[in-house]
């Protein structure tokens, strides 16, 4: 499982900072350009942790995962969106940098909350 994680995790890192990356360059703010970068990256995560990671059987509760999945993704954004303004606002770094650090911290939360509360066996 944390193999299987680990390389889609990898995965949806490059999507987020990919996608954070071509906002930018369109000339959309940061904290917009994260929240596009999030929608999409969520969006892939939710599908390969339920099939290749936790390899959830539910079909009839796909929706209470799906809701629970975008409710922790939503805590982590919020860990995210911090970490951008720490990092773009306070100490001045560069954007592209301050997503990477964001990211990676976000991934262990997100681990961690889809593990124990999102897709736990019984």
């Not at 799906?66 to 303004?85: D, S, W």
């Not at 954007?95 to 999102?118: Q, R």
């Amino acid at each position: 499982m944390m193999v299987m994680y680990l390389i889609f995790g990898f995965f949806t890192a490059v999507i987020s900072v990919f996608t954070f990356w071509v906002a930018l360059q369109f000339g959309i703010n940061v904290f917009v350009a994260n929240i596009i970068s999030w929608v999409i990256a969520v969006l892939f995560a939710f599908v390969t942790n339920k099939l290749y990671v936790f390899e959830s059987k539910s079909k009839e509760n796909w929706h209470v995962e799906m809701g629970k999945f975008f409710g922790a993704r939503l805590v982590t954004l919020g860990i995210e969106m911090g970490l951008l303004y720490i990092g773009v606002d306070l100490l001045h770094a560069d954007d592209m940098l301050s997503k990477i650090v964001a990211t990676f911290v976000a991934i262990l939360a997100n681990y961690v909350f889809s593990k124990y509360f999102v897709f736990k066996r019984k």
